[in-house]
């Protein structure tokens, strides 16, 4: 068979593709910055979507902690659980554990309860308090984190960084501002709140308090728990904004 001639349209396509071929062996520097600016985009934005995830998770889980307690204060007063009292001395007080007095067992007059504090910081770890109320004044006596009512491990602790935002107390024809600190404590065999705080509106006055609004975290992407008076009961929510 005789060879085919040089200029055979077929080995001239053929030529005109390995040629082609040659020329594209590699990427140009400027399609190289232009996928790694690509890349650098796609991963700043999915970094950015991981930590505020992140967040949130942190946010729900402190505020899952602070929920459960409360919770654990309207139970031990709903089914009447008792503590240890201290029976020396003028004023009742939580039994000390190094045996300074002589204790006995009853079930608090005012039930149990929490004590919130604002805490906007995020400078050192945000705290909260047990307690029970022994003499039925719906507030922790003394200085909070020392005081006789004070239950044992009361000193409640968020993680680092998580702070507690607001204190919303709502009430019937009164906007009121904001707590700086909170009560709500629970009767005994009813569960049935009392809340108490600090705003201008109604110091110290519970009578016309529907509920109060606890924000872990900000107010851009906190979560809430909501506590409501009397056997309105205990709940959580997040923030659509």
Same mark, same amino acid.
Do not use: H
């Given at each position: 068979?005789?060879?085919?001639? *040089?200029?055979?349209?077929?080995?001239?396509?053929?030529?005109?593709?390995?040629?082609?071929?040659?020329?594209?062996?590699?990427? $140009?520097?400027?399609?190289?910055?232009?996928?790694?600016?690509?890349?650098?985009?796609?991963?700043?934005?999915?970094?950015?979507?991981?930590?505020?995830?992140?967040?949130?998770?942190?946010?729900?889980?402190?505020?899952?902690?602070?929920?459960?307690?409360?919770?654990?204060?309207?139970?031990?007063?709903?089914?009447?659980?008792?503590? #240890?009292?201290?029976?020396? !001395?003028?004023s009742k007080k939580i039994c000390p554990t190094d045996g300074s007095c002589v204790c006995a067992d009853e079930v608090p007059q005012g039930g149990y309860?929490?004590?919130?504090?604002?805490? $906007?910081?995020?400078?050192?770890?945000?705290?909260?308090?047990?307690? #029970?109320?022994?003499?039925a004044d719906g507030n922790i006596d003394y200085r909070y984190a020392s005081s006789n009512e004070l239950l044992p491990g009361g000193i409640k602790t968020?993680?680092?960084?998580?702070?507690?935002?607001?204190?919303?107390? $709502?009430?019937? !024809?009164?906007?009121?501002? !904001?707590?700086?600190?909170?009560?709500?404590?629970?009767?005994?065999?009813? !569960?049935? #709140?009392?809340?108490?705080?600090?705003?201008?509106?109604?110091?110290? *006055?519970? #009578?016309?308090?529907?509920?109060?609004?606890?924000?872990?975290?900000?107010?851009?992407?906190?979560? *809430?728990?909501?506590?409501?008076?009397?056997?309105?009961?205990?709940?959580?929510?997040?923030?659509s904004s």
């Amino acid at each position: 068979m005789a060879d085919q001639p *040089q200029d055979d349209p077929i080995i001239c396509r053929a030529d005109e593709i390995r040629r082609a071929s040659s020329r594209r062996q590699g990427f $140009t520097l400027v399609e190289v910055w232009v996928g790694l600016l690509i890349v650098a985009a796609i991963t700043g934005v999915s970094l950015a979507a991981l930590r505020g995830r992140t967040k949130t998770v942190v946010y729900r889980r402190n505020r899952d902690l602070v929920l459960a307690d409360v919770r654990a204060m309207q139970q031990s007063s709903l089914v009447g659980k008792t503590v #240890a009292v201290c029976t020396t !001395g003028r004023s009742k007080k939580i039994c000390p554990t190094d045996g300074s007095c002589v204790c006995a067992d009853e079930v608090p007059q005012g039930g149990y309860g929490v004590f919130l504090v604002l805490c $906007t910081t995020g400078s050192s770890p945000c705290s909260y308090y047990l307690f #029970a109320d022994l003499d039925a004044d719906g507030n922790i006596d003394y200085r909070y984190a020392s005081s006789n009512e004070l239950l044992p491990g009361g000193i409640k602790t968020l993680e680092p960084g998580v702070t507690v935002t607001r204190l919303d107390p $709502t009430y019937q !024809g009164c906007s009121g501002s !904001g707590d700086s600190f909170f009560t709500a404590t629970f009767q005994p065999y009813t !569960g049935s #709140a009392t809340l108490k705080g600090n705003s201008t509106c109604s110091d110290y *006055q519970s #009578a016309a308090r529907l509920r109060e609004t606890v924000q872990v975290g900000p107010s851009s992407s906190g979560v *809430q728990v909501i506590i409501q008076r009397g056997s309105g009961g205990v709940q959580e929510e997040t923030p659509s904004s």
